[in-house]
């Protein structure tokens, strides 16, 4: 991304990192455990930058928001491009499977595979690959922490007042 700027936004889980041209959101980053997240070399900051994006994440963090309604430009591959966008359909508050998420695009062998997409999504939170966990239903796999991934799920079912949490899509059904 061409002339990259940046901004910090205030969270529960740590100061997140947000980055792209001012107009798209191209990066999320999470803190990790010992630092804050930081940009790269090249990026500039700009605090005036992304406020619907600040916006929504306060909202989110507040239990206020269940979807987010931003222009986003993350960077990948087709099928990274395809797992994230099928993240985006898991609905806030439940969770779904690597394999559930690989069926839900046609590509029900594609699970590890599913994984290192989850697991490559330049965009967390607001694409949320902390709604992806084991086949057994454990918490498995975020770059930000399991720590992190439950707080993110805990806060999005106690959202829901106790409507308890679907499986992907609303009933395990794919798309």
Known sequence: MSDTIWTTVPSPVGELLLTGDGRSVGALRLPD?????????????????????????????????????????????????????ALCRIPYGSTASYGEVAAAIGRPGASRAVGLANGRNPIAIIVPCH???????????????LDRKRYLLELEASALDGNGRDDLLGAGHAP
């Open 131 to 145: 709604r992806v966990i084991g086949a057994d239903g454990r918490l498995v796999g975020y770059g930000g922490g």
């Open 33 to 85: 455990t010992s630092a804050p997240a930081a940009p790269a070399e090249g990026e500039h900051r700009d605090d005036d930058a992304f406020a619907e994006a600040r916006a929504q994440l306060t909202e989110y963090f507040a239990g206020a928001r269940t979807t987010f309604d931003l222009q986003l430009a993350p960077t990948g591959t087709p099928f990274q491009l395809q797992v994230w966008d």
